[in-house]
């Protein structure tokens, strides 16, 4: 089953990144995983398999698409 992640959403890894930051926000989604680095700002571009192994948790949840309101 695929795990599903929406944009905004913040992340904890597996494994701390070199900079000592735990948490990671997803700014692309697609076949692959756009995450940044919320310490250093560090950017990596992950398989979306790969990505869904190295979740731990999810700190935070971004906005679901059908929730946006419009003025």
């Not at 597996?14 to 990671?24: D, N």
């Not at 700002?41 to 398999?49: A, T």
């Amino acid at each position: 089953m695929v795990m599903e992640v929406r944009l905004g959403d913040v992340v904890r890894l597996r494994k701390v990144h070199p900079c000592g930051g735990y948490e990671w926000e997803v700014v692309r989604l697609g076949m692959d995983i756009g995450i940044r680095c919320r310490t250093c700002g560090r950017r990596v571009l992950l398989e979306r398999r790969v990505f869904e192994k190295r979740v731990k948790l999810f700190v935070a949840r971004g906005e679901a698409e059908g929730s946006q309101t419009r003025g």
